[in-house]
């Protein structure tokens, strides 16, 4: 382990341990602070990264067991929680789409189809990711691991590299990428890791049931709106030299060739994903549960060859999305059985007090978004800040489904602020295409157009859907 890391694992430890000999304040349980020490020393450790995810919060786990804390039926209770078997077999899909090559092919079709302007060039590389979002819960998987290589060829065969040549097309296809994986990771519950989070804490905090298809519902049309706004946006912004061209097409067909025909197992697993988002969408009108879909799709893929049991084992993605997001969820259920969260929700409702509920739901929204430019992890954010402003906004009248929602969309948008706020935000901005004092101004601007059209077009679209 180097020096820094020694150093940052030392104060996470300091910062527990002072937070736990520190006397509870009035009206806290003894047990319920000290798991609130266990559980802000965790969150620094997701901030700060000593260890790997999975490793700090089964640490914390076991340091919450240990000390009797929790009783160790409750340190592990959220291992057994159906949401984190969701967000699991989901990043089974992602592995199956990857294994197959399909998300390639997906995306080689609709470049081949549109690419030929450069502005449909960047809404064919769009609609990959949309198409990919509701079974790649990793946008690190998704916009990194299968449209980023395909992006960076298409820079390539337009001679477009970092540096003098960046604005001939690569400037406006990197960036425009980057935004698109934050508006569909917005769109579906399966779209980014923290989002099943979110709606597992707000059904633990404030009894809030968030599922697939109502997640869709909400997000529907501002979503849309945002995700056609977006190219041409960008477009404007980064001012792309080459308008027309045949090279992405060209280079579609070229790699499609390559490909081949469409193996069975693409085939196969095209037909069960359809079968799986059909379930997802139709789950609250059959009382199908969506984790017992996505275990279904799961089982589909280990009988039919489209994922062997060695595929299930080498998934490290999805093993350790299953350990920290397991822990995080014991450690949340904890606190607020211990009425950790309640005792914040009350200490913190002077900060609004005498406000009208909405208003108060739209100011503490926007410093819970404009908080990600202290965080370079979704997961960390939602679990250090969700709870409690959450349990703020109940409090002050916001109905808790509403609340849940907009929370969950907002934690996608909010990394258009910073070149480290998600998991592909290192791999573009690294690209070398944007400097960070472009990322960071075009993403400020961006950031605030995302609240605009979210609040102006989602306030009265989710008033009529009956969400407030």
């Given at each position: 382990?180097?020096?820094r890391?020694?150093v940052?694992g ?12 520190i006397p ?9 602070w000290?798991l609130?020490?266990?559980f802000i020393?965790v969150?620094?450790g ?10 700090i ?15 160790i039926g409750?340190?592990l ?19 199956a789409f ?5 998300g390639e092919r ?12 450069t502005?449909f060039?960047g ?15 990793s946008?690190t998987a998704?916009?990194?691991?299968v449209?980023?290589?395909i992006?960076r060829?298409i820079?390539?065969a337009y001679g477009?590299?970092p540096?003098?040549?960046?604005k ?8 425009n990428?980057y ?5 569909t ?6 779209g980014?890791?923290?989002?099943p989070l979110v709606a ?9 049931t968030v599922?697939w298809t109502?997640w ?6 501002p979503?849309i709106?945002t995700?056609?706004?977006?190219p041409p946006?960008?477009?404007l912004i980064?001012?792309p030299e080459?308008?027309v ?7 579609a067909?070229?790699?499609?060739k390559?490909?081949g025909p469409?193996t069975?197992q ?5 037909v069960?994903f ?5 379930l ?5 009108t059959?009382?199908l ?7 279904v ?11 062997g049991w060695e595929d299930?084992?080498g998934?490290?993605?999805?093993w350790?999305?299953?350990?920290w997001?397991?822990g995080?969820?014991?450690l949340?259920?904890g606190l607020?059985?211990?009425g950790?969260i ?6 913190s409702k002077?900060?609004?007090s005498?406000?009208e509920w ?20 979704m997961?960390?954010?939602v679990?250090?800040f969700?709870?409690?402003f959450a ?19 907002l934690t996608n948008l909010?990394?258009a602020t910073?070149h480290?706020g998600?998991?592909p ?6 690209s070398?295409y ?12 961006l950031?605030v157009l995302y609240?605009?059209?979210w609040?102006g077009?989602?306030l009265?679209y989710?008033k009529?859907?009956g969400f407030w």
């Amino acid at each position: 382990m180097d020096g820094r890391k020694i150093v940052y694992g030392l104060l996470v430890l300091l910062v527990g341990l002072i937070l736990w000999f520190i006397p509870p304040p009035a009206g806290m349980d003894l047990n319920g602070w000290r798991l609130l020490a266990i559980f802000i020393a965790v969150i620094l450790g997701l901030i700060l990264r000593p260890l790997p995810q999975g490793a700090i919060v089964i640490i914390g786990v076991g340091v919450s067991a240990l000390t009797g804390v929790l009783k160790i039926g409750d340190a592990l209770s959220g291992f057994s929680n159906s949401t984190v078997w969701l967000i699991f077999t989901a990043y089974m899909f992602a592995r199956a789409f990857l294994k197959t090559r399909l998300g390639e092919r997906i995306a080689y079709y609709f470049i081949r189809a549109l690419g030929r302007r450069t502005l449909f060039l960047g809404y064919s590389i769009s609609l990959t990711d949309l198409v990919l979002a509701p079974a790649m819960p990793s946008n690190t998987a998704r916009a990194g691991g299968v449209i980023y290589p395909i992006v960076r060829s298409i820079c390539h065969a337009y001679g477009s590299e970092p540096g003098p040549t960046a604005k001939k097309v690569g400037k406006f296809l990197i960036f425009n990428e980057y935004h698109t994986t934050l508006v569909t990771g917005a769109m579906f519950l399966t779209g980014m890791a923290a989002n099943p989070l979110v709606a597992q804490l707000a059904s633990q905090t404030i009894k809030a049931t968030v599922t697939w298809t109502n997640w869709l519902i909400g997000a529907l049309l501002p979503g849309i709106i945002t995700f056609l706004i977006i190219p041409p946006l960008i477009y404007l912004i980064t001012r792309p030299e080459i308008k027309v061209s045949e090279e992405a097409p060209k280079l579609a067909r070229e790699r499609l060739k390559e490909l081949g025909p469409t193996t069975r197992q693409e085939k196969t697993l095209a037909v069960i994903f359809l079968i799986v988002l059909a379930l997802w969408i139709l789950g609250d009108t059959i009382k199908l549960n969506a984790t017992v879909t996505a275990l279904v799709g799961l089982s589909l893929m280990l009988i039919f060859g489209v994922l062997g049991w060695e595929d299930v084992l080498g998934e490290k993605g999805g093993w350790d999305a299953l350990i920290w997001f397991g822990g995080l969820v014991s450690l949340a259920t904890g606190l607020n059985k211990l009425g950790v969260i309640n005792w914040i929700a009350e200490a913190s409702k002077g900060v609004v007090s005498g406000w009208e509920w909405l208003a108060a739901f739209v100011a503490l929204a926007v410093i819970y978004y404009y908080a990600h430019y202290l965080m370079a992890s979704m997961t960390a954010h939602v679990a250090a800040f969700f709870p409690a402003f959450a349990a703020v906004m109940v409090s002050v009248g916001a109905p808790p489904l509403f609340v849940a929602l907009v929370l969950g969309y907002l934690t996608n948008l909010m990394a258009a602020t910073t070149h480290y706020g998600t998991g592909p935000a290192p791999i573009y901005f690294g690209s070398g295409y944007l400097d960070i004092k472009e990322w960071w101004g075009y993403g400020f601007l961006l950031s605030v157009l995302y609240l605009l059209l979210w609040f102006g077009i989602g306030l009265p679209y989710w008033k009529l859907l009956g969400f407030w």
